[in-house]
């Protein structure tokens, strides 16, 4: 006895119910042709994922539960259907996955373990289910336990007791580094466990700040990887199974090398960006270009993401941009082949300390004189946003954005950060690594796109004469160092001074961490790499007069 199962790793559109259901259903051609018994879709992948409070509108809950039964109806002939969406019962609204089979929906099976940490906050949102049972399709009975319900010890084993004959489990399971070990030992518990072969199923795409990196896979009755994914990237698999002495065993197929962190880190930033631009109805990119690394590396995600025609980096020069910076900037922008435009501010600059020279008179000029730098670059690059139509990226690193060295209604200006979750001291090694690399999901240009002299340069914001980052902020691999401790892994200042850092320099920086709560609130969303991303991994108050005294 045989059994084929189709696994579609495709990337859906949060609100995009008809095109999410179109996808369904041109999967489900590929599994006829196949002659598969099933075709597996990822979790709450009729509505896309995350929908936050948006499926708790009844509206959008009853819409999505009438196009799935309309699905079910168009694919009565063929193989069954497993879809994730939202089911309301009449009283509760369930995180559902939905079995369609001959025209109809033939079982639901409902998440029990509902997320609630990190980027989660399902407990809010869904009622968690309280049983499930298995579903038979042809010859073989299924248990689904949804996602996080496959992290605990209980909905699987149950399933499995009640007859389930293997696991598919289908998922929203969002990136962060390194999180596919992880993964593998919660399944390979649960395998443990049953006695019987897993089958995880994970969708792809960006969606505002979270990445779903896929990278399907299957286990079998031992615990043994005998099918991987890509990762990052959309595809469909059949998983064939055979039946041996009473056990489906499943058969060997390819299981995909994973890259490097380095490798995927990148690959989620590009990701982000592109679908996050597709998905809004953005064409173009636009960003100011300092010839510093955080914008060279921007806008090389950028031009990967889209497309050299599809970038333009802007160089707003003051007095105090070095000749080094416009050198740098340009030859950036000539090397990635992306449009390049030269605005000095001198004249704007000029005119706005006229206009305030009558307010300030007797004060000494300081910070709002350099600020004005930054807003009025911020104001440009914005008029530039609006008359061309292309999104404006904002380039704050998570060294910057977390002690909050960026000015606000300034250089923060923009849509989308891409490095917002990635240290300075990474995105250095970030660069090395794309100049080093090119694959064929990068749009942009092979080789060293960002030169060395900016790689090597140290930091500057160049509001001033001579100004250095680390005039003000401890070297950055000092600060990343704390950081890290304080915003990661939540230690106490006694805990990093132990470590080998000075009281003080912690104090500072954990001062600084808790000032600039107000600038995140207002700053733009951007990929999340790990489980420490700032606005929903770590939700800090704005007013908070509590500081470590350890
Ligand atoms: N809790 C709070 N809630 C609401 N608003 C609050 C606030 N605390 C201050 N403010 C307001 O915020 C203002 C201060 O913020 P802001 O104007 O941004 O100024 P501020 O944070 O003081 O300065 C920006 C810093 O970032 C550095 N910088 C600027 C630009 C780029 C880079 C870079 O390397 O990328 C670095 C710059 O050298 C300077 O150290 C205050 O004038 C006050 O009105
Ligand atoms: N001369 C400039 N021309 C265009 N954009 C600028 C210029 N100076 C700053 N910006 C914009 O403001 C952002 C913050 O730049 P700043 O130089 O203050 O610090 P940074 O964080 O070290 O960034 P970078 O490494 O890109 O220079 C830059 O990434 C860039 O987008
Ligand atoms: N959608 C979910 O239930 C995901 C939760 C799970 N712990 C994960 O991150 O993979």
């Known amino acids: 006895m045989t059994f084929r199962l189709t696994l579609a790793q495709l990337n859906p559109t949060v609100g995009a119910i008809a095109a999410n259901i179109q996808k369904a259903r041109d999967a489900w051609e590929i599994a006829r042709e196949a002659k598969a018994h099933m075709l597996a879709l990822p979790e709450m992948f009729a509505v896309g994922y995350q929908t936050q409070d948006l499926v708790r509108k009844p509206a959008f809950y009853l819409h999505a539960m009438r196009a799935i039964e309309s699905l079910a109806e168009s694919c009565a002939e063929g193989p069954a259907i ?7 019962d009449g009283t509760n609204l369930f ?3 939905y079995i369609l089979e001959q025209g109809r929906i033939a079982h639901r099976v409902l998440k029990s373990h509902l997320p609630n940490e990190t980027v989660f906050d399902e407990v809010r949102i869904f009622e968690p289910a309280r049983g499930n049972t298995p579903y038979k399709i042809g010859p073989m009975t299924i248990g689904s336990p949804i996602c996080e319900d496959s992290w605990h010890a209980g909905v699987a084993e149950s399933l499995a007791a009640q007859g389930a004959e293997i696991s598919l489990v289908p998922n929203g399971s969002p990136y962060y580094r390194n999180k ?7 399944m390979r518990a649960r395998v443990a466990a049953t006695g019987t072969p897993l089958i995880y199923l994970n969708m792809v795409g960006g969606q505002d700040d979270q990445v779903f990196d896929g990278g399907s896979f299957t286990v079998d009755a031992h615990g043994k990887l005998v099918d991987r994914m890509p990762v990052f990237s959309e595809e469909i698999r059949h998983i064939d199974f055979v039946k041996t002495d009473g056990k489906w065993n499943v058969a060997k197929g390819q299981v995909s090398e994973h890259p490097d962190e380095w490798e995927q880190d990148y ?13 809004t109805g953005f064409k ?4 100011g270009m300092s010839g510093g690394i955080d914008s060279a590396i921007v806008a090389t995600i950028a031009v990967d993401a889209l497309g050299p025609q599809n970038v333009r980096c802007v160089m707003l020069p003051s007095e105090y941009t070095s000749q080094g910076s416009l050198d740098d900037a340009k030859e950036a922008a000539e090397n990635l082949g992306c449009h390049y435009d030269f605005v000095p501010i001198a004249q704007g600059r000029a005119a706005i300390t006229e206009t305030l020279a009558p307010l300030f008179q007797g004060f000494e000029a300081g910070l709002a004189e350099e600020n004005i730098q930054s807003r009025l670059r911020g104001l440009l690059l914005m008029a530039m946003s609006n008359k061309f139509g292309e999104m404006l990226l904002t380039t704050g690193n998570k060294s910057e954005v977390a002690v909050g060295y960026a000015t606000i209604y300034g250089d923060m200006a923009g849509g989308y950060n891409p490095i917002k979750d990635m240290y300075k001291t990474r995105v250095f090694e970030q660069c090395r690594w794309r100049n080093a690399q090119h694959r064929d999901w990068m749009m942009g240009p092979k080789g060293a796109v960002i030169p060395v002299s900016i790689i090597d340069k140290p930091p500057s ?15 950055y691999e000092v600060l990343d160092a704390i950081l890290t401790g304080l915003v990661d892994k939540d230690l106490s200042v006694a805990e990093i001074v132990a470590q080998g850092h000075a009281r003080e320099t912690v104090k500072k ?8 709560e107000y600038k995140r609130f207002q700053s733009a969303p951007g990929t999340r790499l790990t489980k420490g991303a700032f606005w929903l991994d770590r939700r ?8 470590d005294e350890g």
């Open 267 to 279: 690959h989620a930033m590009v990701l982000s960006l592109r679908d996050y631009m597709s998905k």
């Open 509 to 516: 920086v954990e001062h600084l961490l808790y000032i600039s």
């Open 180 to 186: 596919f070990p992880t993964r593998l030992k919660h």
């Open 461 to 475: 914001a160049e509001l001033r004469p001579d100004q250095k980052d680390e005039d003000s902020l401890p070297p």
């Open 284 to 287: 173009k990119i636009l960003l």
């Open 82 to 88: 497993g879809i994730g969406g939202p089911y309301f």
């Open 95 to 97: 995180n559902a996955y």
């Open 540 to 547: 800090y108050p704005i007013v908070n007069r509590w500081r």
